[in-house]
């Protein structure tokens, strides 16, 4: 581990701090499946949620605490969640590539995190209640969830959205889902990513705050 630690020093000089908070926090991490997903605790005043829900999504980290608010985005780095969880996989892999190669992924996971917040923003002026924001926000980490079926059916996490004559449905065990639920939000928000992917739109160029 310190011989890693002191890779990653000298190949990430200006990341020091990250590296050190990310090594601090690595007591909080318990693993919930093996390389998938991880808890991480909260840790106050900076974290406002007890624990954090870490997830791998082919190969890249990703952290809840992306998708907070709507707020200022941190730069394309890394939180000391998704740091923590890095760290506590170099305990076991050992394998200093691997971890250098997480640590793309996950930066460039980041780009995808950024479309997505902007996407939610738009989608935030029509939809201005508190309950659709709430929603709104929650459905930002289904977006990887969503499985398209076909032109107008998708799977989202054991619901099933459907689009009929132009409207949006969510079919859950329990019946309809009071719209618009959090499956369809991760739909509208699949959608639009999708489109502006093949449009080659990068989101880095433009603002989301
Ligand atoms: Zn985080
Ligand atoms: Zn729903």
């Not at 990310?22 to 007591?27: E, M, N, Q």
Request: aromatic share 10%; glycine share 6%.
């Amino acid at each position: 581990m310190k011989h890693i630690m002191a890779i990653m020093k000298e190949k990430f000089p200006e990341r020091a701090s990250w590296l050190n908070t990310s090594l601090k926090r690595l007591p909080d991490v318990k693993p919930i499946k093996d390389d998938e997903t991880w808890l991480v605790k909260g840790l106050p005043p900076g974290d406002s949620k007890q624990w954090y829900l870490v997830r791998n999504i082919g190969g890249s980290l990703l952290c809840p605490c992306y998708y907070h608010a709507f707020g200022t985005m941190r730069k394309l780095r890394m939180c000391t969640h998704t740091g923590a969880v890095l760290l506590y996989s170099c305990l076991t892999t050992n394998n200093i590539q691997e971890i250098l190669k997480r640590i793309e992924f996950s930066e460039k996971a980041l780009n995808l995190v950024y479309i997505r917040r902007r996407i939610a923003k738009i989608l935030s002026a029509k939809f201005r209640d508190s309950r659709s924001t709430a929603n709104l926000l929650q459905s930002l980490s289904l977006v990887p969830d969503v499985i398209m079926q076909d032109e107008s059916t998708w799977k989202v996490a054991g619901f099933n959205v459907r689009m009929i004559d132009g409207k949006y449905f969510c079919i859950g065990t329990d019946g309809i889902d009071k719209f618009p639920c959090q499956h369809v939000f991760a739909v509208m928000i699949y959608r639009r990513e999708k489109r502006m992917l093949e449009e080659g739109g990068d989101a880095r160029r433009s603002t989301i705050d």
